[in-house]
């Protein structure tokens, strides 16, 4: 597809158009843009559907793995039960065996019960609040038309939510500034609500209508989020805050995770509750009909809104600023702040800083000032990275990466403790947290096995045994001498020693003591590693791990002695020349690669997974040494990047075939330089130039593919 409209990943609906609250600050009935008083109340079946025609079409047309549906109003609850279950049960069913859908609802919470929790627990639906923080803070805007608090239905609401049963569905809290509130008492009662997340919004203004800046100062708001952002920092920041986690990841390279701030393309639609398609809410607040788009969703499709000239003109980055913002030291991370608040009604339209910019400046320095975000933008070697000069220059940090990913998921399985395998989970964690302590490198030894990071993911995902953990413990343990003895399980006969090899066990029992003279090299039933030696090179073949499927083709069984002596003939050959054609890539696997991991066909270079990062590649051994040559660069090089994506994004990571390009490419300018092969170059030459025009790249993902382009 050469179109180069950005797909609309986000769908704001409208199902009913009237609220229950009269709050005085909202962008739908307070400002300039009044045609929600000509749209009918309640979303009808007709546009349902054509809805759901509309999202089927548009993702199957983009490849799109996920599309998020935010059930919006108004007031979406007065739509009631009976017609919210026709809506999830209408786009679940179209979109099933598509895209997943990530469904929302944005609700004051007014009316929010257990009959309509029990809805959106049957449909998988995410519930987010408004509240503007304590009961003076809400009750300044979020009133009934007749004066009366909304403030304890609102807290009744957020009760239910925070019950067992319903704890899944809370997305968080949406929280209007105003400077008049105080920010640690709005911050406080935030907190109390215990939210997953809160989403500090600015109020809607432009230069025509500007915010309120009390006593006239400077950057008022800026000083009242900078306040909130130190209390939450000093309480130990308990939940995430969106606003304050943008900054930090665009400061460091990453991407915008608000719309409100950052330079990643508009992807967000709004549907009318008659079927209109609209722009950004947030347009209300600069003139009437400046959402307006001319279409609907009986008459056009989603990539005819998409190619809207108001779409378009917030799809190209830096490039849609104006020029103080295009030149300024902090515009990746603000972005121009939110499009509708740049409007000036004397000519210039939207082609103007916001009317928050010294807010958003001093916002962005304060944050980089506490948190020194900034000074981690790419990390060290990462330029060479790219363009394949010296692979080793990231290698440590790299590696760090990784363990601090698989120490987090090692946390998160601990923390879900109906995964867990009883007393063996508890007691190989109680002993894995008492080893750690006592210094040493037991904790590093025990996450940098590459296969740890796998079966960890496999066991939050309910497809391993959280009881392996015991096995990693034992297997680094017990060879120092650290401890004498660890139960563990057995697994279809066998104990699994990651990196060392496995135990035959006699018996049916479901799990053994185990101490080191249970593997030493004369003790029955051991099967260690093999390993290969040559010239700067030393790996183990792993054929015994059971999490060592994780490549995207079937592994191979434990090997004769015959066939290891084909690895040990045709690998070392291989390495010889990588060696002589890429010394450089060569030195760094020399440093990083310590696993081979038999494959029993070739990988198929479309379903290929880099499943041990770079530390363990799997190989499907061919009796050519330049074919190995180019599989084991090509791993090495995937691997390099699945783990340098574990720390920076590079690309929207929704967007699998850009995933996939990108991979392609960074693999290919390494292994071209070993095929030899004048159209593999070519091809190679016009993926990148495909990459380098892509919409879906990050900036730090931009000055990724720079610098592959350098290499060609």
Not at 61 to 74: C, F, K, N, P, T
Not at 118 to 141: K, Q, T
Not at 350 to 361: E, Q
Not at 363 to 390: K, M, N, Q, S
Request: hydrophobic fraction near 40%; glycine fraction near 8%.
């Amino acid at each position: 597809m050469n179109d180069p409209h950005v797909p609309l990943r986000q769908l704001v609906l409208k199902v009913h158009s009237r609220c229950d609250l009269a709050c005085r600050h909202c962008y739908v009935y307070e400002h300039a843009d009044q045609s929600w008083s000509a749209r009918p109340k309640l979303i009808s079946d007709e546009v349902i559907s054509r809805v759901a025609l509309r999202l089927v079409e548009h993702a199957r047309e983009h490849q799109l793995a996920s599309v998020q549906v935010i059930l919006h109003g108004g007031e979406p609850l007065l739509a009631g039960p009976v017609r919210l279950r026709h809506i999830c049960e209408t786009l679940r069913a179209a979109l099933y065996g598509v895209a997943d859908l990530d469904l929302r609802i944005h609700t004051n919470g007014v009316q929010l019960s257990e009959r309509h929790l029990d809805l959106f627990a049957e449909f998988d639906v995410r519930v987010g609040i408004s509240l503007d923080g304590d009961r003076a803070a809400n009750d300044r805007y979020r009133l009934f038309a007749n004066g009366r608090s909304s403030y304890d239905q609102v807290l009744k609401a957020i009760g239910l939510l925070n019950q067992d049963r319903y704890r899944h569905l809370y997305a968080g809290i949406l929280c209007t500034v105003d400077v008049r509130n105080d920010p640690a008492a709005v911050y406080d009662a935030l907190a109390a609500a215990d939210p997953p997340r809160i989403d500090f919004l600015l109020p809607h203004a432009t230069w025509d209508t500007p915010p309120l800046r009390p006593d006239g100062a400077a950057t008022p708001y800026a000083d009242w989020l900078l306040a909130a952002h130190d209390r939450w920092n000093d309480q130990g920041r308990p939940m995430r805050v969106r606003l304050f986690d943008s900054v930090v990841s665009t400061l460091g390279g990453g991407p915008a995770l608000t719309e409100s701030m950052g330079l990643e393309a508009a992807d967000i639609v709004v549907i009318e509750t008659d079927g209109t398609y609209e722009q950004a809410d947030s347009l209300k607040t600069a003139y009437d009909g400046a959402p307006v788009t001319g279409m609907n969703v009986f008459q056009h499709s989603l990539d005819d809104v998409a190619r809207h000239p108001g779409m378009t003109a917030r799809q190209h980055g830096i490039d849609d600023l104006a020029e103080q913002c295009r030149t300024c030291p902090v515009v990746r991370s603000c972005g121009g702040g939110l499009f509708a608040h740049r409007y000036r009604g004397d000519g210039t339209g939207f082609h103007n800083p916001s009317v928050f910019c010294a807010d958003l400046k001093q916002l962005v320095l304060g944050i980089d000032a506490r948190t020194g975000a900034g000074a981690h933008r790419p990390i060290e070697g990462f330029d060479a990275l790219a363009e394949g000069t010296d692979d080793g220059a990231a290698l440590g940090v790299l590696v760090r990466a990784r363990r601090e990913v698989t120490r987090e998921l090692l946390v998160m399985l601990n923390e879900q403790r109906g995964l867990h395998e009883g007393e063996l989970w508890d007691s190989a964690w109680e002993l894995a947290l008492e080893l750690g302590q006592s210094g040493g490198d037991f904790l590093d030894s025990l996450l940098s096995h590459p296969y740890t990071r796998t079966w960890a993911a496999r066991c939050l995902d309910g497809e391993a045994r959280p009881g392996d953990l015991a096995c990693l413990v034992a297997a680094v343990a017990l060879p120092t001498g650290l401890v004498g003895q660890v139960r563990v399980p057995v697994r279809d006969g066998f104990v699994a020693l990651p990196g060392l090899g496995r135990i035959r066990v006699q018996g049916d029992g479901t799990a053994t003591d185990l101490t080191y003279s249970h593997f030493s090299d004369s003790a029955p039933g051991w099967e260690p590693l093999r390993w290969i030696r040559a010239e700067g090179m030393e790996v183990a073949l792993d054929d015994v791990d059971p999490h060592r499927d994780c490549y995207g083709a079937p592994v191979s069984a434990r090997l004769t002695d015959e066939e290891a002596e084909q690895w040990r003939h045709v690998l070392p050959q291989a390495w010889a020349l990588i060696h002589k054609a890429l010394p450089e890539v060569a030195s760094a696997m020399a440093q990083g690669v310590h696993v081979i991991t038999p494959l029993a066909d070739p990988v198929d270079p479309e379903l290929a997974t880099p499943g041990g990062g770079f530390a363990a590649l799997g190989l499907h051994l061919d009796a050519d040494p330049a074919r190995v040559a180019v599989d084991l660069v090509r791993g090495f090089r995937l691997g390099l990047l699945d783990v340098l994506l574990d720390r920076c994004e590079l690309y929207d990571e929704t967007d699998k075939r850009a995933g996939r390009l990108l991979a392609d490419t960074y693999a290919r300018v390494a292994t071209d330089a070993l095929r030899h092969d004048p159209e593999s170059v070519r091809r190679t030459r016009a993926q990148w130039a495909e990459l380098a025009a892509s919409s879906v790249l990050t900036s730090l993902g931009r000055r990724f593919v720079d610098g592959i382009g350098r290499c060609l």
